[in-house]
Nanobody, 128 residues
Framework: QVQLVESGGGLVQAGGSLRLSCAAS????????MAWFRQPPGKEREFVAQ????????YYADSVKGRFTISRDNGKNTVYLQMNSLKPEDTAVYYC?????????????????????WGRGTQVTVSS
């Protein structure tokens, strides 16, 4: 069973940057598609970005496109989320998740029900 642990969150001023990491256990990590979600205060969890095992065919929510970059290092069993030009509305708990299906090229998996393993999250707070 894969386990996921996020890190890298913190408090940052608007316009700043943070890089989140998601460390995964398990020998087959490189075969999984992964994603980042976030849950703003008082709101439902929402999709941020997805990345298949190959590292290509990334997909982003419109709200973060051009500012956030998802990437992975299969040798380190780690997925990253580089967040630039942060805004107060990016404040949320950020979660990484593993896709429960085999990734189909060209598909977009943006629902929480598409993922079966979640980390505990890391808090990101952006001050204005």
């Amino acid at each position: 069973q894969v386990q996921l642990v996020e890190s890298g969150g913190g408090l940052v001023q608007a316009g700043g940057s943070l890089r989140l990491s998601c460390a995964a256990s398990g020998r087959t990590f490189s075969s999984y598609a992964m994603a980042w979600f976030r849950q703003p205060p008082g709101k439902e969890r929402e999709f941020v970005a997805q990345l298949p095992w190959s590292g290509s065919s990334t997909y982003y929510a419109d709200s973060v496109k051009g500012r956030f970059t998802i990437s992975r290092d299969n040798g380190k069993n780690t997925v990253y989320l580089q967040m630039n030009s942060l805004k107060p509305e990016d404040t949320a708990v950020y979660y990484c998740a593993k896709l429960k299906y085999t990734f189909a090229a060209g598909s977009q998996y943006t629902e929480t029900r598409d993922y079966d393993v979640w980390g505990r999250g890391t808090q990101v707070t952006v001050s204005s």
